[in-house]
């Protein structure tokens, strides 16, 4: 029988090391947070081999004096908390003593510093935990460590890091997520003795100063499609970015969150903000943010997690509200503003480099289609959306007459006092082409209507009063017997949504009226599409619960359709609409309904800039 006994201290520190330690950046990132709790303005990180040779940390803090620095590589020896009462109300990064032993424990470490107000510097250094040695040193106010040849008394645990260049991203990540939070302390990296990175320090935390740090980290694409956040409710406070829902991804690895200073991944966060976009993006994509959430301490647990990446909230609920309060409504103000990237990729793809090489102008086309002039939409359209207004019903029943016989007027009046310009044309029966002051819009017919459509019925559902027209003859859509049942249980919620339906024996039903909204549609296959929602619905949700859901189906079905030849009224009927409309900019799928090009662009594609 195997006795029970205490493990020697540098083995439990190894073990401790598995859970904070789990590669070169973790490593990195304890001490980066060590050095911002000592309240430095200056930190450097350099790193050899992505940090399995080397990494130190050097920062210009308020040091440790000599008697302190022995205790720094103890267990549990922290100056961050002395009593219970302290773990409620957490204002450092670190405070559990573990990281500096858990570091040292696995690598060939050192500490040098010196303390604040003091002549003298000291360099404490260990091996693997073990043979402890304290001699004088020559340093500047502020901690140096130093960390080599880390996990060389683990090697099992090298096995488990990843390429050279995926360590080196999560080391670059971590120094800019740490950044970001603190832009009035500079930093530099520096790997295999480049330079890498570099960010002066800002003068204040205004968003405005983000922006440097937040272009090296999430790219510039992001900047220029991303709407800045700021509130502050008192008890708590937001501010940030987050992305146009046109600017999406296809996963969560581009949302930031911070609280009170401190990087996590928290699922409330991320739900909240997913909620904030429900109907502005389609299934499976994700918008980009980075949010900083200031609260107090005392409302937020983050000792729940071995390296403090999750948190739990004392209010869960309130949280969650505001995030989704804060985000929705920056969205709504920037409702008909649309991503930059579509019409630059728009552009590139018209590069010259396409044509065959005799035929290719000597033209400079260096930095083409990453003007800022090809913004989707300026600050005065941002200004013409009336989105509580209400506006009048359009058919756009177009007149089936050739596209030659239109009459286009395009003086400056036409367009100059519309954001969205004045219609010239129709492509291939599917696209609008408008020309505005100084820029060409297309729109896509069908998209856009179909947003127009879906706030339209939105506002008419939530204000309780859809109306509908009744079918001259009943008709009779033959379906699955449980379809059939799943419908009929629903009638009453179906009535509410201008859908008028009843049973029609056991294996069909008779569509007698349908949302007047749609105008004439294909009843038929409008009751297929929403058997089909019904089918991926769980039973307990109501279609109140699933709005978006069925909205986006009926409006699909009430909107112009491509290959739909339309007049120059219909075309700007569709304009000025778009103008007023929240959230015009994207389809119901998140898809931009437009690009717009500037005319600047358009004379620097063809050599004239």
């Not at 939070?181 to 960010?199: C, H, M, Q, T, Y």
């Not at 909230?313 to 649309?338: N, P, W, Y």
């Not at 358009?602 to 050599?607: A, H, N, S, Y």
Request: glycine letters at 6%; hydrophobic letters at 40%; proline letters at 4%.
């Amino acid at each position: 029988m195997k006795k029970i006994q205490i493990l020697p201290e540098f083995l439990a520190n190894q073990i401790a090391a598995g859970e904070v330690v789990e590669r070169p950046s973790s490593v990195i990132k304890e001490l980066v947070e060590n050095a911002l709790d000592a309240g430095a303005t200056h930190i450097d990180v350099a790193v050899e081999e992505f940090g399995t040779k080397r990494i130190v940390v050097k920062d210009n803090g308020q040091g440790i004096s000599k008697d302190q620095l022995p205790l720094a590589l103890e267990r549990h020896a922290t100056s961050k908390i002395k009593e219970t009462e302290d773990l409620f109300n957490i204002h450092s990064f670190g405070f559990r003593g573990e990281a500096l032993p858990s570091i040292a424990s696995v690598s060939r470490f050192s500490i040098a510093s010196k303390a604040e107000g003091l002549d003298e510097a000291w360099v404490y250094k260990s091996e693997g935990g073990k043979n402890f040695n304290l001699e004088p040193a020559a340093h500047n106010q502020g901690t140096t460590i130093d960390v080599v040849d880390l996990f060389y008394n683990t090697p099992a645990r090298l096995k488990f890091l990843k390429a050279k260049r995926t360590e080196m991203e999560h080391v670059h990540d971590v120094v800019v997520r740490l950044a970001l939070a603190n832009p009035k302390v500079s930093f530099k990296l520096i790997s295999d003795g480049d330079e890498v990175l570099r960010f002066t320090a800002a003068e204040s935390e205004s968003l405005d100063d983000m922006l440097p740090r937040l272009s090296s980290f999430m790219g510039r694409d992001f900047v220029d499609n991303a709407i800045g956040v700021d509130l502050d409710r008192g008890d708590m406070a937001i501010k940030g970015f987050v992305s146009l829902p046109t600017y999406n991804v296809s996963t969560t690895r581009k949302q930031y969150m911070y609280i009170n200073g401190r990087p996590v991944k928290d699922k409330l966060l991320m739900g909240a903000l997913k909620n904030a976009y429900h109907d502005l993006l389609h299934t499976g994509r994700h918008p980009a943010a980075v949010l900083f959430i200031e609260m107090d301490a005392r409302a937020v647990d983050v000792n729940v997690h071995p390296a403090k990446a999750e948190v739990r909230f004392k209010d869960g609920r309130s949280v969650f509200g505001m995030i989704r309060t804060c985000v929705r409504q920056a969205l709504d103000e920037h409702s008909t503003d649309v991503s930059t990237t579509p019409s630059e990729e728009a552009l590139r793809r018209f590069e010259t480099k396409t044509l065959p090489q005799s035929s290719q102008p000597r033209f400079d086309y260096s930095g083409f289609g990453n003007s800022s002039n090809s913004a989707i939409v300026s600050s005065s359209f941002a200004q013409a959306r009336t989105v509580e207004e209400d506006t009048p019903e359009i058919s756009y029943e177009a007149p089936h007459i050739p596209q030659e016989e239109y009459e286009v007027e395009t003086s400056k009046e036409s367009f100059n006092n519309h954001p969205m310009g004045a219609a010239v044309a129709q492509v291939h029966g599917t696209y609008i082409v408008a020309q505005t002051e100084n820029s060409m819009i297309v729109v896509d017919q069908h998209a856009a209507h179909e947003r127009l459509v879906y706030e339209r019925f939105k506002k008419q559902i939530l204000n309780g009063r859809v109306e509908r027209q009744a079918l001259l003859l009943p008709e009779i859509v033959e379906l699955k017997e449980t379809d059939v049942e799943a419908l009929i249980e629903r009638e009453d919620e179906l009535l509410a949504f201008g859908l008028e339906v009843e049973q029609f024996g056991p294996q069909a039903i008779s569509v007698r009226a349908t949302p007047a909204l749609l105008g004439e549609v294909n009843a038929k296959q409008l009751v297929l599409d929403m058997v089909e929602d019904l089918r991926n619905m769980k039973k307990e949700t109501t279609l109140q619960e699933s709005l978006e859901d069925f909205l986006s189906t009926m409006a699909c079905h009430g909107s112009i359709r491509a290959n739909r030849k339309l007049s120059v009224a219909d075309m700007n009927a569709i304009l000025r609409d778009m103008e007023t409309t929240p959230n015009s900019a994207q389809c119901n799928h998140g898809r931009p309904t437009y690009i717009e090009l500037k005319t600047n662009d358009i004379e620097r594609l063809f050599g004239r800039r």
